[in-house]
């Protein structure tokens, strides 16, 4: 999986869990003013949001193993120290464009590898202020890092899907 992959699957992954927030709000809100026939209708919307996270998930998972694979592979040749905090910077300004009124190529090459997002785009993969960015904000790069995806967000995702796998049981939504 190539790294436009990689962020519009979890471009993809975002929109599906702002889905099934979203379903889930307006369940409560249908249950709240007694209208059963549209809490029915929220929960099956609830159900096949869950499901969706739930493929992106593993998508992600498969993706993850994949990448550090390989990134342990790749970090010998990897010269870390050559680029500097300013370049590491402007790469990533270059990347983002100017938002939220001119995204860059990159990243409208990624938004067009999905199809279907429910969100407007923008609100997913953008801070309102793109400035506020970690990395715009870091006065040193990290040290070279052993693996790109750490266990602790893997395991999180792993307890979030093993949750949703339960709730979406017959007869729990």
């Known amino acids: 999986m190539g790294l436009e992959r990689l962020a519009a699957t979890h471009l993809i992954l975002a929109d599906a869990l702002d889905a099934l927030v979203t379903s889930l709000e307006r369940r409560r809100g249908a249950l709240a003013a007694g209208h059963i026939p549209?809490?029915?209708?929220?929960?099956?919307?609830?159900?096949?949001?869950?499901?969706?996270?739930?493929?992106?998930?593993?998508?992600?998972?498969t993706a993850a193993a994949v990448l550090n694979d390989a990134w342990t592979r790749t970090i010998p040749t990897v010269r870390w120290g050559s680029v500097s905090l300013s370049q590491a910077q402007s790469y990533l300004g270059s990347a983002l464009?100017?938002?939220?009124?001119?995204?860059s190529a990159e990243l409208l090459r990624v938004v067009g590898l999905v199809d279907g997002l429910t969100q407007p785009w923008l609100d997913i993969v953008t801070n309102p202020d793109p400035r506020t960015h970690p990395l715009l904000r870091a006065t040193a790069l990290p040290a070279l890092p052993t693996r790109l995806?750490?266990?602790?967000?893997?395991?999180?995702?792993?307890?979030?899907a093993e949750s949703l796998a339960r709730l979406f049981t017959a007869g729990n939504a």
Do not use: I
């Open 149 to 160: 995806f750490d266990p602790a967000f893997l395991h999180a995702w792993d307890a979030l």
């Open 97 to 103: 464009g100017d938002l939220p009124n001119a995204p």
């Open 38 to 61: 549209a809490a029915s209708s929220q929960a099956a919307a609830a159900r096949q949001n869950g499901h969706a996270v739930l493929a992106e998930h593993s998508a992600l998972a």
